[in-house]
Structure formats: structure tokens, C-alpha cells
């Protein structure tokens, strides 16, 4: 390993200074509602680049777009970009109805006392099906607080129930954009990681299901009742189950794109104009995640050449030992970034470079990294006060009349709590097989 280079990790300084600062005032001085979400943050990591771009004057400035060239040129970062942009397309296929359906369908079948598990039972299963936290708990947020309005439950309970059960799936769907950064950026394929993470994440929502029986035990509710189309819950089956057995991911979200367009024109839920301006708009909402992918991998490209990767790995070695040390300091790292830009995907595309030199280092698997970056970022991204999936929750509570804090919230995130704690028992109670 060549000789570190501490100051060529400079530019990834500037992109937090940027949008942190930026960030918190926004959120906290200005007081801007999700001050964090009104900074642009492709113009963060432009600038981050134009710092990397005026450091190691000993190469000409061909030379680092070559560089950088060659980065974003990886077929890991390529393959990202496609999966990203064909996960949008399904997204926008499918619609929002789809998944109310889901919701209102489990809401009809089982007992009412049992309301506030089903809505985790069913955040978990819609998040995985459409790949998206933000988007379940926009989704489930309302019905939750009709179940709170129409029983004795805590509202607060229920909301925490909807975003626990939002960063189930986050963190194992296959269509998420967290699943694709992890896997493609440690080369691991997307039915490996969910086998390993599967069995991290268990423990955890069967926990979390036991803790919500005792504490919601002797409860009534009304039904919520709200008519639905189970036909319309065929696409997500189809994604699920395909990904679940391993074939391609791009056969699976083919097949999801083709069912719930027939299914959407079938039912005449859309019109056929409709329908390929709602792929458009899916495909459009991936642009500035796809953006962000390519605006990293150049800018981590100059930062490994000039030996900022190997000052990094030299710190971490230094705090952390063995193959499980390695594996913890990957998580923290991850963390970091979560904390940092309140956003996981971002974070784990910042991660993912670092991640991979880590790996070799610590031997750790392509599946174990995966696995590490995607849960660690959904811990910390459900929890963080100011991260989206938060604000979203108490924004679209207050619409349906329920006042509550991040505070208020969470007290009741027992998910992303246990999921921490199953992980960490994973990491230094449970040997990796080969």
C-alpha cells in the first residue's frame, strides 16, 4: 500500500462543510421546513470536485479527467445507473395505489386489536416492494393515524410503527436505491445480500412485532375501512418473489414494468399516454441519485490517487482490529456519512470506495460489506431527527391532525434500535461462512 496522504481527503471535508452548514442553517437558524432537502446537493459535490481537481498539481488536468473518466466509467457504477433508473421506471408504473391496497387489504383480514402491528407488517412488506422509505411512509402515515383516531392508541406509537417498519424494507428490497449503491459498489450480487441481511433484519422485527403486542395488549379499534384492488399487488409479488430466487435484476423489473402496466390499463387505472408519462416521471426522480453516483465515483477516483483512501485505512486500522473491528469501523464510517448528509444513499455511495479498500484489508466478504453499509445507514437514517423520513412523518401526520415531535417519535423507533443490536451480535457473535 502506497504512502497516505491525509489532505487529499480534503474535498470530501468541503462537501460537509457545504451542505452540513448549509443544512443546519437552513433547518435550525433560518428555520426552513426540511432545510437539509433545499440544498442542491449535485452543487456540493461540484464544488467538492473543483477542491480535488486544484490538489496534486504533479498531474495535469487531462490526466484527472482521465481519472475520473476511468471512475465513472466502472461497470459497477454503470450497472448502478441502470438498475437506478429501471427501478424508477416500476415506481412509476405501479403508482402509490398499489401499495394502499396492500395496506387496506391486511387492515380488513385481521382483528382490529392488532392494528398497530399489521401497519408495521405492512410497511415492511410495501417499503420492500417498492423500494422506498420515504415513499411508504408518505403512503402510510394517514391510515396509521385514522387506526390512532379511531382506537386508544398513541399516535406517536402508530406513526413509529409506520417508519420502523419503512426502514425494514429499505434496507432489503431489491429496488432500493441503498440495496443497489451496496451491492454494486462491493461487487456482490443483490440475492447474496439479501440472504445475509435477511437474518440480521429477522430478529429485529420479530422484536419489534412482540414489543408492539405488549405494549398495544387489551386495545380496540374501529375498522379501517377503505375499499381496494388485490389484483394491483401482482407487480410487487412478482419483483419480490424473482429477486428472492435470483434472476436478473433487470429480468425482474422488467417483468414488474410489463405486469403493472397491464394490470394498470386492464383495470383502467391509467390511460396509455398516462402510463408511459408516469415511467418518464419514475425514471426522472432517479436523475439526481444517479447524478450523485457518477459526481462521487470521479471525485473518490482523484482522492485514491492521490493517497487519501490510504491515510483513511492507516487511521481506521489504527482504532480497529481483526476481521470484526473492520466490520464494526465500516458501520461507524457509514454512520458518519448518514449523519453527516441525512441522506443513506448518499452515504453509502460515499462509503462504498472506502468500504472496498476495507474489505481487502480486513478480509471481509463483498456480501458482509453490502450487508454493513446498507443496515448501518437505515439505523442511523431512521432515527436521525432531520432526516427525511422523519419529516415526512410528522408533515403528513399534522395534515391528517396529529401535532407530534421527532422527539415524540423516537421514543416508540424500536426497529431501528433492535436492528443495531441484531447487528452487532451478527458482527462479533456470528462467524461468516465461506
Do not use: H
Request: glycine share 10%; with cysteine.
Amino acid at each position: 500500500m502506497k504512502k497516505g496522504n491525509a489532505i487529499a481527503l480534503l474535498p470530501i471535508g468541503v462537501f460537509l462543510a457545504i451542505y452540513l452548514g448549509l443544512g443546519l442553517t437552513f433547518e435550525y437558524v433560518l428555520k426552513i421546513e426540511m432545510g437539509f432537502y433545499n440544498i442542491p446537493i449535485v452543487i456540493a459535490f461540484l464544488a467538492a470536485i473543483l477542491v480535488a481537481c486544484l490538489q496534486n498539481r504533479s498531474r495535469s488536468f487531462d490526466e484527472k479527467l482521465e481519472l475520473m473518466g476511468q471512475g465513472v466509467g466502472d461497470k459497477n457504477i454503470i450497472t448502478m445507473l441502470l438498475i437506478f433508473l429501471t427501478a424508477g421506471a416500476f415506481v412509476g408504473v405501479v403508482g402509490r395505489s398499489s401499495a394502499q391496497s396492500v395496506a387496506y387489504f391486511m387492515l380488513s383480514i385481521i382483528p382490529s386489536q392488532y392494528a398497530v402491528v399489521v401497519l408495521f407488517v405492512v410497511a415492511c412488506f410495501v417499503s420492500t416492494a417498492m423500494g422506498t422509505s420515504v415513499g411508504t411512509i408518505t403512503l402510510l402515515t394517514p391510515i396509521a393515524v385514522e387506526v390512532a383516531q379511531a382506537s386508544n392508541f398513541d399516535a406517536s406509537l402508530c406513526v413509529a410503527t409506520v417508519v420502523g417498519g419503512a426502514m425494514f424494507g429499505d434496507n432489503l428490497s431489491f429496488i432500493s436505491d441503498t440495496t443497489i449503491a451496496a451491492c454494486n459498489g462491493q461487487g456482490c450480487a443483490m440475492k447474496d445480500k439479501f440472504r445475509g441481511n435477511f437474518w440480521i433484519a429477522l430478529p429485529a422485527a420479530l422484536a419489534t412485532i412482540l414489543l408492539v403486542l405488549l405494549l398495544t395488549a387489551g386495545n380496540e379499534t374501529a375498522p379501517v375501512a377503505q375499499e381496494y384492488n388485490l389484483l394491483q399487488i401482482l407487480p410487487y409479488v412478482l419483483v419480490l418473489l424473482g429477486g428472492i430466487v435470483g434472476i436478473n435484476v433487470f429480468v425482474v423489473l422488467l417483468a414488474g414494468i410489463l405486469s403493472g402496466a397491464a394490470i394498470m390499463l386492464i383495470t383502467g387505472q391509467t390511460a396509455a399516454t398516462d402510463l408511459l408519462s408516469s415511467m418518464g416521471s419514475g425514471a426522472a426522480g432517479m436523475f439526481e441519485t444517479s447524478m450523485v453516483a457518477i459526481l462521487v465515483a470521479a471525485m473518490c477516483a482523484l482522492i485514491r490517487d492521490y493517497g487519501g483512501f490510504d491515510a483513511l485505512l492507516a487511521f481506521i486500522r489504527g482504532l480497529f482490529k481483526g476481521n470484526k473491528g473492520g466490520q464494526l469501523g465500516m458501520g461507524l464510517l457509514v454512520g458518519a456519512m448518514d449523519i453527516a448528509t441525512a441522506n443513506n444513499t448518499v452515504a453509502i455511495v460515499m462509503a462504498n470506495p472506502i468500504a472496498k479498500e476495507m474489505s481487502q484489508e480486513y478480509g471481509i466478504s463483498g456480501k458482509r460489506a453490502a450487508c454493513i453499509l446498507d443496515t448501518f445507514s437505515c439505523i442511523f437514517q431512521g432515527v436521525i431527527p432531520y432526516g427525511a423520513q422523519m419529516l415526512v412523518a410528522i408533515s403528513a401526520a399534522a395534515e391528517m391532525g396529529a401535532v407530534m415531535s421527532a422527539f415524540d417519535i423516537m421514543r416508540y423507533l424500536f426497529y431501528p434500535y433492535l436492528l443495531l443490536i441484531s447487528s452487532l451480535v451478527a458482527i462479533f457473535l456470528v462467524k461468516e461462512k465461506k
